[in-house]
């Protein structure tokens, strides 16, 4: 007879009901509670079930044949040798002592960045840096890839970075008090399918519909559905959004539209921002006619959308692609700049906000957070680097580099260690990291699947996926904590990465300071009661854990709406910002001191080196849009059903403008070829108008597959515009990374093009001995229904 029973769940792209016949994964229905469950939802049975799980721990062949550090130069081209967990973790223990010990701690690299999953006890970056913190030490990675640069550049401007991280003025508050809102790169609904940490209700669709509504809406930016459909469009060229809001504040104060009172009362510098606008500092006013040559928009236009701002409640807002490019920094701080020239901030409706569109709960009503989040250990290695600049700590050990005011240089790393992230999806210029990665002795990766990462590791864990295992998740602006319940055994040998890591701790004496004396249930009832004691602290009253586990969902109470900044401008005095003045700063005597050019003491139009006024445009005439796919996760869940839809010609569909195409004689539907001097990789052309003349879009997250691994700057077949970003740094006082800044050719490809082979496993032999160790000393038959 069969067994069937449905646990409650959750994942970064909603909660769910997961059914399961017979100890098979057989569907998943979303959250009776959600109003609007995003399509992604469609691919979580594949990515828990697929053919490129990884079944076994694995040694690359040559590791596997002559130990350690064999053959750096053949990572991503070797084949695997399957093994036991013994002999695997054996061989990681050995690797990390040896390393700690003759290159000291700060030579491990443990950054690991990425998303892992969204139960957040067995979120696999966190467990791995408290290992490697328990076990004396690493190299971590500061920031992040979403918004690096607003990290870095907010706190100077408004005291402290929660600006761009949710805190921002709800839609509902949107929808009743502006008229207009200036849409810096939309506010996609494709984003809001996604939260980190999972989401049990997605109201982003319709919360951005009643705004439409009620609000006239100006997009600026290159792909027309990033708005909702009602919004103006000006195509603006991409990378320009800084010079078009010096243009619309210089508009401001030739007109005397701006606020003076407001600028002197709650900002600091405006003298010296009025001073470069009117070109007394360089002798360029930056106007209007000096703005529309750059970004391709009417002078008029500029005028008349300044105009238009000071005559009613008027919003600024980014998304947080903008600051994912070269001198990031500028627009953020230049959307603030006008907010304040406005002297709106604070007023409901009125001010700035980034990141709408950009994660399931930004701009939602009144959420509230709960601390439910792994307690971290100290480092005792005391060692980081800017996450983007990895392919640079990797190629240049030692070397000096700048940020926000730090003069640092690079830890010689030997050993690379990643858990819940794949750099050779997220990193840029992958060529490049492709040279730099040959440079470590040993690289370890838990992986779920054989992304392009786990193929390019030496040693690789086969990690467990949330299904798999009990947890609790929510995020910093859900109302729910949703109960993981496990809902079917491990696939193949694949254990939780706590697992793996306590079993490493173990063997390097220290599984207690890891484990703090607790297994994986201790630790989700132990999460569970801080987080009690924190809400009754605070008047809230969480049921006990027994209770949470058997509902599946505790409901949060919410906040009243939020209005950014509003008691900052009630009282500017009682409620100084972080900043020096304790104002906003529109010149920051902070950032003079540091003295980069590439980030100046006031929001500043600095070209980028690739964009479409460059010189460069005569030999690649696109820019590059590598935007979040609407069908993945970034590279997760691109074997699974909703990404296989998407794709064009067996690739990654590639958007253009059809006059761009037949320029080019490209039809909907060929392959073709992107290429510039970093790389080149094939696509599925899509013709359609929404897209901006002169931009290409191919989103990420198509796995990385080289035609030919062992040729340096070999072709990608699938479509990963990784391969074609620059790997430049915003600037030098955030150090983050630049991918919207890219330059490309297009071209219809003739050749004939070989199919994809990443979405199968790599080619596996079962090891026999390898190592001098069974290699499977407690072997017993794989389940049959994993389709081995
Ligand atoms: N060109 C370009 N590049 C970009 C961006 C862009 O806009 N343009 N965006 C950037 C941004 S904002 C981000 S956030 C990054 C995202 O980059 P990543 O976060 O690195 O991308 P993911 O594909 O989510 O990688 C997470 C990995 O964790 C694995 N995983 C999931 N669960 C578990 C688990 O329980 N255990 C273990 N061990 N592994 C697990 C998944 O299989 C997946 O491979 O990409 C960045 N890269
Ligand atoms: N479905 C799905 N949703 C996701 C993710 C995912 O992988 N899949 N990833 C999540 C993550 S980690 C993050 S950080 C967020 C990121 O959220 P965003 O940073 O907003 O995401 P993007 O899609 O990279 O960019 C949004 C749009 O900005 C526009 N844009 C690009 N360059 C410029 C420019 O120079 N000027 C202007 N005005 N517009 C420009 C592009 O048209 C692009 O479509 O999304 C999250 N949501
Ligand atoms: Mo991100």
């Known amino acids: 007879m069969a067994s069937e029973r449905t646990v409650p769940h959750s994942s970064h792209v909603g909660a769910f009901s997961a059914h399961v016949r017979d100890g098979r994964l057989v569907g998943v229905t979303p959250h009776p509670l959600d109003p609007d469950p995003a399509p992604l939802l469609g691919s979580v049975v594949e990515a828990a079930t697929g053919r490129t799980r990884i079944r076994r721990p694995a040694l690359r062949r040559s590791v596997a044949e002559h130990g350690p550090g064999a053959a750096p130069q053949r990572r991503g081209i070797d084949d695997f040798v399957e093994v036991g967990w013994d002999e695997a973790l054996d061989l990681v223990a050995a690797e990390l002592t040896r390393v700690r010990t003759e290159h000291g701690p700060a030579s491990i690299f443990g950054g ?116 909702p459909p009602s919004a103006r ?58 703005a ?21 409640r008027t919003l600024v807002s980014a998304t947080w692609s903008l600051q994912r490019a070269e001198h990031g920094e500028q627009p953020f701080w230049a959307v603030i700049a006008l907010a304040a020239v406005l002297g709106q901030i604070g007023l409901p409706g009125g001010g700035f906000g980034f990141g709408y569109g950009n994660a399931a709960s930004i701009g939602a009503h009144g959420p509230r957070s709960v601390g439910l989040s792994m307690p971290t250990l100290p480092n005792p290695a005391d060692s980081w680097i800017p996450v983007a600049r990895i392919a640079d700590m990797l190629l240049h050990p030692g070397a000096p580099y700048e940020v926000d005011g730090q003069h640092r240089s690079y830890p010689d790393v030997r050993l690379v260690y990643w858990a819940g992230g794949n750099p050779f999806h997220h990193h ?42 009990d947890d609790l998740s929510t995020s910093s602006r859900d109302t729910s904590v949703v109960a993981m319940h496990r809902a079917v055994e491990p696939y193949g040998r694949a254990r939780d990465d706590f697992a793996i890591l306590a079993d490493l701790a173990e063997r390097l004496g220290c599984r207690d300071a890891f484990t703090e004396g607790r297994d994986a249930d201790g630790w989700l009832r132990h999460l569970w009661a801080t987080t009690r004691a924190e809400g ?64 100046p003491a006031h929001p500043t139009w600095l070209e980028p080196r690739e964009w479409l006024g460059s010189p ?17 996760l970034h590279g997760q869940m691109d074997t699974g059903p909703v990404s296989a839809a998407s794709k064009v010609a067996g690739r990654e569909p590639c958007r253009m403008h059809p006059e761009d195409a037949a ?37 990420t997250g198509a796995w990385y597959d080289p035609a030919d691994a062992a040729e340096p700057k070999s072709l990608d077949l699938h479509g990963n515009p990784n391969v074609l970003t620059a790997d430049r740094p915003t600037s030098r006082l955030a150090q983050g990374p630049s991918a919207h800044s890219t330059l490309v050719a297009v071209e219809r490809y003739a050749g004939s093009a070989p199919p994809i082979t990443v979405h199968d496993p790599p080619a596996l032999v079962r090891g026999v001995g390898v190592l001098g160790k069974d290699p499977d000393p407690d072997s017993v038959p794989d389940r049959p229904d994993r389709g081995a």
């Open 112 to 227: 690991s960045y990425g998303w892992s999953s969204a139960g957040r006890f067995h979120h696999a970056k966190t467990q791995l840096n408290r290992f490697l913190a328990a076990s004396g030490g690493y190299t971590a990675q500061s920031g992040n890839y979403s918004f690096a640069a607003a990290l870095r550049i907010l706190p100077h401007v408004l005291g402290d970075a929660r600006a761009t991280d949710g805190t921002v003025t709800s839609l509902d508050v949107v929808a009743e008090h502006t008229d207009l809102w200036l849409m810096l790169g939309g506010a996609p609904v494709r984003t809001t399918q996604v939260e980190s940490g999972g989401v049990v209700a997605h109201r982003a669709r319709a919360d951005l519909g009643r705004v439409a509504a009620s609000t006239e809406l100006v997009h600026v930016g290159p792909l027309r559905d990033d708005a």
């Open 233 to 290: 469009w000006l195509p603006a060229r991409p990378g320009t959004d800084t010079a078009l809001l010096l243009a619309l504040m210089h508009t401001l104060v030739v007109e005397s539209l701006h606020d003076q009172p407001f600028l002197d009362r709650c900002c600091t510098g405006w003298p010296r921002l009025r001073a470069y606008l009117l070109g007394e500092t360089d002798g360029q006013p930056k106007s209007a006619d000096w």
């Open 292 to 312: 529309a040559p750059i970004c391709d928009l009417p002078a008029r236009t500029i005028r008349d959308l300044a105009v238009r701002a000071a005559r009613g």
């Open 428 to 469: 840029q210029d992958l060529n490049r990291l492709a040279r730099a990665w040959q440079r470590p002795e040993t690289v370890v990766v838990h992986e779920t699947c054989w992304t392009a990462t786990a193929r390019r590791a030496d040693v690789v864990l086969p990690a467990t996926v949330t299904l798999e295992r």
């Open 536 to 599: 009754r602290a605070a008047g809230v009253e969480l049921p006990d854990f027994a209770t949470l586990w058997a509902r599946g969902r505790v409901e949060l109470p919410t906040e009243p709406s939020l209005v950014l900044l509003a008691d900052f401008r009630a009282d500017p005095e009682a409620h100084r910002l972080g900043t020096p003045s304790g104002r906003i700063e529109l010149f920051s005597e902070t950032l003079d001191g540091f003295g980069y050019d590439d980030c």
């Open 616 to 632: 460069d445009v005569a030999r690649h005439p696109f820019h590059l849009v590598s935007n979040q796919p609407a069908s993945r």
């Open 663 to 699: 320029a080019y004689g490209i039809a909907d539907g060929d392959v073709v070829r992107l290429h510039n001097d970093r790389g080149a990789v094939l696509a599925g052309a899509v013709l359609d108008p929404d897209v901006r003349r002169g931009v290409v879009q191919l989103a």
